[in-house]
Each structure stands twice: as structure tokens, then as C-alpha cells.
């Protein structure tokens, strides 16, 4: 089985530009999850997703942040007119349906940089 | 609202020496589950182990061992002989084991590990 894919895994963006994330879930994982690791800080939740649905987004900057679990296809972690202060490790994690809390499997991080 | 604090910013060790990743928690949540994951260089996090707040048994795996009190809300993680691919950060982690919890982990700042050689 395939773990968590994410990519891309470095994204180099300049300042008002766009960056999206993409992650799709192991196979059978129908929950999505979004954390950020900012420089020498641990990780924060961003966002839950199942298929078509924001469950969660608690985490979620209010401006310029925005993620989405189409039916079809991987779950994209958009941020819109990126800032410096946007740079950042963004983890998803999938879990499976019917999940003990917390089972979630991590993939290796997309690393954003902006300039 | 929970939380998670490692106090030991930087640990610094030679290797063989033993070393204890210290970890306490808030919650006031009655059932929860406690995770450590370590994060070496390359970046990814590496899952290490799940424990629920019902089961304090200490629990053993090769060099890594944990020690859960639930009476000092506590959750160490003491690296025995350590090694110099033992380097890594290491995060200690948190989530209620209620039914809106799902995958909302609570993460502490992390504990960086050098062994030297």
C-alpha cells in the first residue's frame, strides 16, 4: 500500500503569488487532515476534510487559506497571494473511516518557501 | 482546550548515554490518547507510539521506552544506549478520544536531539 503522497515535496513561491498543495490519502482513506510546521514549532491543525466536505477548519487562517476533498482526485490545500510569513511545512495525515482518534498517517510534508 | 508542553528545548548527548524526552499535558477530557512521533532530518514524522489514558503500563520497544503517569499527567520517552541516528526532533502529542475528535492532534514545540558520536 502506498502511504500518504504529497507534492509537490519543496515549493518555492514569491510573495502574492499562489501555492497549492496537494495530498492524496492512502487507499481507503476517506478523511483528510491539514497541519502546519512552522520554523521550530510543532505542528497545528489547519483543517478536516471527508470527501466533499470541510468537517473542521478550525485551524484555518480566516483570509487566503482554502482546502477542498473533491470526490475525485487529491485534496488541495490552497493559499492565495502568499506572504513570507506563509512559509511553512504543511503536513496531511488521512485516517480511514470508523477511526480510533488519532490513527492517522502522515506523509512527508510539502516545504513552502516564499521569497 | 489542551496542551502539550516539552520543556527540554535542545538535548545533547554522546552517544551510548540513556536520555529522557520529558512531555506533560492538559486536558480535561477524561479519555485521550498520547503520542510521540520523531521527525529526523529528512523531514518526514515517523509515528513511535499511541497510548490511551486507561492503560499506564509502561511499555518497552528495543532501546525506547515510555513512562505514562496519569498522576503527574505526564508521558516521557527515555532513549537507552542512544545513537547517532537517534538525532532527530522529537514531538509528543495529544487528542480526546471523544467522538468529535477524529484526527485533531495537539502537538507540543518538539525536543531537538543531537547524539554526538
Known amino acids: 500500500n502506498a502511504g500518504v503522497m504529497q507534492n509537490p515535496r519543496h515549493l518555492v513561491r514569491r510573495r502574492g503569488q499562489e501555492a497549492r498543495l496537494r495530498c492524496s490519502p492512502m487507499?481507503?482513506?476517506?478523511?483528510v487532515y491539514w497541519y502546519r510546521q512552522l520554523p521550530e514549532e510543532g505542528l497545528k491543525f489547519m483543517v478536516y476534510?471527508?470527501?466533499?466536505?470541510?468537517?473542521?477548519e478550525s485551524g484555518m487562517p480566516k483570509e487566503r487559506f482554502s482546502a477542498e476533498f473533491p470526490k475525485e482526485g487529491p485534496s488541495i490545500l490552497r493559499i492565495q497571494q502568499v506572504v513570507r510569513g506563509d512559509s511553512a511545512a504543511y503536513f496531511c495525515?488521512?485516517?480511514?473511516?470508523?477511526?480510533?482518534?488519532?490513527?492517522?498517517?502522515f506523509g512527508e510534508g510539502s516545504r513552502l518557501t516564499v521569497l | 482546550a489542551q496542551k502539550v508542553t516539552q520543556a527540554q528545548t535542545e538535548i545533547s548527548v554522546v552517544e551510548k548515554e540513556d536520555v529522557t524526552l520529558d512531555c506533560v499535558y492538559e486536558?480535561?477530557?477524561?479519555?485521550?490518547?498520547l503520542f510521540w512521533y520523531k521527525q529526523p532530518p529528512s523531514g518526514e514524522l515517523v509515528f513511535l507510539i499511541r497510548?490511551?489514558?486507561?492503560?499506564?503500563q509502561n511499555e518497552i520497544s528495543g532501546r525506547y521506552s515510555w513512562n505514562f503517569q496519569k498522576s503527574t499527567s505526564s508521558f516521557n520517552f527515555t532513549i537507552t544506549a542512544s545513537q547517532v541516528v537517534d538525532s532527530a526532533v522529537y514531538f509528543c502529542?495529544?487528542?480526546?478520544?471523544?467522538?468529535?475528535?477524529?484526527?485533531?492532534?495537539?502537538f507540543g514545540q518538539g525536543t531537538i536531539l543531537t547524539v554526538h558520536p
Open positions: 495525515a488521512s485516517s480511514p473511516p470508523g477511526i480510533l482518534s488519532g490513527e492517522l498517517f
Open positions: 487507499k481507503g482513506h476517506s478523511h
Open positions: 476534510l471527508q470527501k466533499e466536505n470541510i468537517i473542521d
Open positions: 486536558t480535561r477530557d477524561t479519555t485521550y490518547y
Open positions: 497510548r490511551n489514558s486507561f492503560d499506564e
Open positions: 502529542a495529544l487528542i480526546n478520544a471523544g467522538g468529535t475528535s477524529y484526527g485533531k492532534l495537539t
